[in-house]
C-alpha cells in the first residue's frame, strides 16, 4: 500500500527521557513535514525537509530534532529539553515541492507521565 | 508571525443545510489554498485546493476564494453527519514552500 506510516501511534514518556518518532512514505516525495497539535489548537511546524540531507526548522523547533539520511524516511526526536512536549504529533509529504498539498500520516499522541 | 483566522465554533447546521466555513489570512504572499477535514482524534485529511479568484466545486463541496480580500471560504451543500468535523484552512506562501494552518471551525450537522 502507498501511504505514510507513523509509529508508535501511543507513546508514553517519562520526563527526562528522549523519544523517537518515526515517519516513513512510499510515495515517492520530496518534502516531508512534521507539526504538532495541541487540543483545540491548530498544527504548528516543528521542522522541514524538502531534500535528503537537508533540513529547516519551522516555528516551534526548539527541543526537538530530525534528519533526513534517506527520501522514505524523516523521524523526529523530542529531546529533554521541550518543556510541554505531551501533543499529537502529524508527519506529512507533499506531491510536488511548490505548489503541491500536503497528505498526513495517521499521527502519534506522545504522553509525557 | 503568518495569521490564519478562523471562527472557531461550532458551528450547526440541520441535516441537508449548507454549511458556510470561512477563513482570513494575514500574508499576501500566500498563493495556494488548501482546506482539510479532521475527525476527532484523526489525522487530517485534504478536501479542496484552490489557486485562483473564484469558486471551484468538487462534489457538494465549493471553495470561493478572493485574493483582495484575503478571504478563502468552503461551503458544504446537502450537509451529512458525516460530515461533523473540524475544518482547518492552510494558505500556503508560494516562496518559502510552508503551509499555515488556523485552529479550524467545529461542525455539527444534527440529523
Known amino acids: 500500500d502507498g501511504g505514510i506510516t507513523q509509529s508508535p501511534k501511543y507513546l508514553f514518556r517519562k520526563e527526562g527521557q528522549n523519544v523517537t518518532l518515526s515517519c516513513e512514505q512510499n510515495?515517492?516525495?520530496?518534502?516531508m513535514y512534521w507539526y504538532r497539535q495541541d487540543p483545540g489548537q491548530g498544527l504548528r511546524l516543528i521542522y522541514y525537509?524538502?531534500?535528503?540531507?537537508?533540513?529547516q526548522k519551522g516555528d516551534i523547533a526548539e527541543g526537538y530534532s530530525v534528519s533526513r539520511e534517506k527520501k522514505e524516511s524523516f523521524p523526529l526526536t523530542v529531546t529533554s529539553a521541550q518543556k510541554n512536549p505531551t501533543a499529537f504529533y502529524l508527519c506529512?509529504?507533499?506531491?510536488?515541492?511548490?505548489?503541491?498539498?500536503?497528505?498526513f500520516g495517521e499521527g502519534s499522541r506522545l504522553t509525557v507521565l | 508571525q503568518k495569521e490564519v483566522e478562523q471562527n472557531s465554533g461550532p458551528l450547526s447546521v440541520p441535516e441537508g443545510a449548507i454549511a458556510s466555513l470561512n477563513c482570513t489570512y494575514s500574508?499576501?504572499?500566500?498563493?495556494?489554498f488548501f482546506w482539510y477535514r479532521q475527525y476527532s482524534g484523526k489525522s487530517p485529511e485534504l478536501i479542496m485546493s484552490?489557486?485562483?479568484?473564484g469558486d471551484k466545486e468538487d462534489g457538494r463541496f465549493t471553495a470561493q476564494l478572493n485574493k483582495a480580500s484575503q478571504y478563502v471560504s468552503l461551503l458544504i451543500r446537502d450537509s451529512q453527519p458525516s460530515d461533523s468535523a473540524t475544518y482547518l484552512c492552510?494558505?500556503?506562501?508560494?516562496?518559502?514552500?510552508?503551509?499555515?494552518f488556523g485552529s479550524g471551525t467545529k461542525l455539527n450537522v444534527k440529523p
Open positions: 484552490i489557486y485562483s479568484n
Open positions: 492552510a494558505p500556503k506562501i508560494y516562496n518559502f514552500n510552508k503551509f499555515y
Open positions: 500574508d499576501r504572499g500566500s498563493q495556494s
Open positions: 506529512a509529504t507533499q506531491n510536488g515541492l511548490l505548489s503541491g498539498e500536503l497528505f
Open positions: 510515495l515517492n516525495h520530496d518534502a
Open positions: 525537509s524538502q531534500i535528503v540531507n537537508d533540513f
